[in-house]
């Protein structure tokens, strides 16, 4: 079995950031021991230089390898240089035990939008030309809409040239933040995998701080979603090979949010 969390958004330096939580989210990533821990942004709230040293800290109790990539609040008044500093490059590529995993900065500084770029799409489609039984995208903004979120205004912004570009690659799955709203989402044989917050109570509606596990075992795919101090629900699991769904709980995601809605019918 190949193990990878999924952690987003801790906005260290915010006046919501718990460190009760982030220490706790430490502590069961290393009873965890995930194969890699993928963090997809906002590590801060402004980007300031004492705000990264902060993230940094946490971070070097985490046993596990972790791959970052910048979010918008990490770009702020030229956070990204910072980032690069003190985090490591913006964009990068690794295979982890037969996966492939890409991250790619989609943040603009001083923009809560963001987007890829045509520039980096011929770089993203080499990363991916590779064999792996999974091919991951880490990513901060979010390619699709999520429920209980508000307007639309701070995705990417070549979200649909992306998701081409993606699908042709082979990519199975998206790892997203930005909007603290766990969800996950199927888009052709492509999985959107949205993280909530891991140690903020900046929150939306009824949901909780939470990260996302994703394991491959075989030909299957789960992804959970872990409450630190509390248990964890499936919310996705489907099978590489077929697309088959086994399970899905995405109802009760929307119930998190706003709690008398319902999926429309298929």
């Known amino acids: 079995m190949v193990t990878i969390a999924h952690i987003s958004d801790p906005h260290v330096g915010s006046p919501y950031f718990v460190p009760n939580l982030m220490n706790r989210v430490i502590v069961e990533l290393n009873q965890l021991e995930p194969d890699i821990v993928v963090c997809t942004g906002d590590l801060t709230n402004e980007g300031y230089r004492n705000e990264y040293k902060n993230w940094v800290a946490y971070r070097e109790r985490i046993a596990a390898p972790i791959v970052t990539v910048p979010g918008n609040h ?4 030229v956070g990204y240089l910072h980032f690069e500093d003190l985090i490591g490059p913006r964009h990068w590529s690794m295979d982890v035990r037969g996966v492939r995993i890409v991250g790619a900065d989609s943040s603009e500084p001083d923009l809560n939008d963001g987007q890829i770029g045509r520039e980096r799409y011929d770089w993203i489609r080499e990363q991916f030309a590779v064999d792996a039984e999974l091919k991951i995208f880490a990513i901060h903004h ?8 508000g307007r639309e205004r701070s995705i990417v912004n070549d979200a649909g040239d992306l998701l081409e570009v993606l699908i042709d690659a082979g990519v199975r799955m998206v790892l997203t933040g930005h909007k603290h709203v766990p969800y996950v989402w199927r888009l052709e044989n492509i999985y959107i ?3 909530g917050t891991c140690s903020s109570l900046r929150l939306r509606g009824y949901t909780k701080p939470c990260y996302n596990i994703v394991e491959l075992e075989g030909d299957e795919v789960k992804i959970h979603r872990k409450f630190p101090f509390g248990g964890q629900t ?13 399970h899905r709980e995405l109802e009760a995601l929307m119930r998190d949010v706003r709690p008398n809605a ?5």
Do not use: C, I, K, M
């Open 262 to 266: 319902s999926l429309p019918q298929e």
């Open 193 to 195: 995998v949205n993280a």
């Open 142 to 149: 979010h390619l699709l809409p999520v429920p209980g979120t």
């Open 234 to 246: 499936v919310l996705a699991h489907f099978s590489l090979s077929s697309g088959e769904q086994y």
């Open 74 to 77: 990490d770009a702020r008044n």
